[in-house]
């Protein structure tokens, strides 16, 4: 395999284990609160942002090595999430039967994910499932995202300036 493609599959990996690691946080994250009276699209939007931030910082040291603007950088990677979040939000609301601003009123859908808005009365285990759902594509979106969009430019910088 040439070394172009080794470092680009190597990146791709530690993209993927650090998104993992955003995972847990935002797993835990949304644990947490869904033992609170909170509306599911609350806790899940809650977790999310806490899983954004840790991914964007560790990605952009580590995984992109971009020196670029960070604010920047940071606007491009939240430009990601405007039509991303509302639609995992609205997702979320609709698997765990979650009433968001009055645009769902479905009674038992799904009815193994619960039947109430309160995150305190959905199962642990619809929470845990619908984070899952938005995860994967969250993952695969993000990385092409952050790759072609957000560090384009400035891949692999802060290695070239070690290196001078």
Not at 96 to 117: A, E, K
Request: hydrophobic letters at 50%; aromatic letters at 12%.
């Amino acid at each position: 395999m040439e070394a172009a493609k080794k470092k680009e599959l190597l990146r791709a990996l530690k993209f993927f284990l650090f998104s993992v690691s955003a995972g847990v946080i935002q797993i835990v994250v949304t644990t947490l609160l869904g033992l609170a009276p909170l509306p599911t699209s609350a806790v899940y939007l809650i977790g999310l942002v806490c899983s954004v931030v840790w991914n964007f910082t560790f990605n952009r040291k580590f995984t992109f090595k971009a020196a670029n603007n960070v604010p920047k950088a940071m606007l491009l990677a939240f430009l990601f999430y405007v039509p991303f979040a509302p639609a995992s939000t609205l997702f979320t609301a609709y698997l765990t039967n979650g009433d968001v601003l009055g645009l769902f009123t479905l009674t038992n859908h799904l009815g193994i994910l619960g039947s109430n808005v309160a995150s305190a009365d959905i199962p642990l285990g619809a929470t845990l499932v619908t984070t899952f759902c938005c995860m994967v594509p969250n993952l695969i979106l993000e990385f092409l995202w952050q790759k072609f969009v957000v560090f384009r430019n400035s891949i692999d910088q802060t290695e070239k300036k070690d290196n001078q």
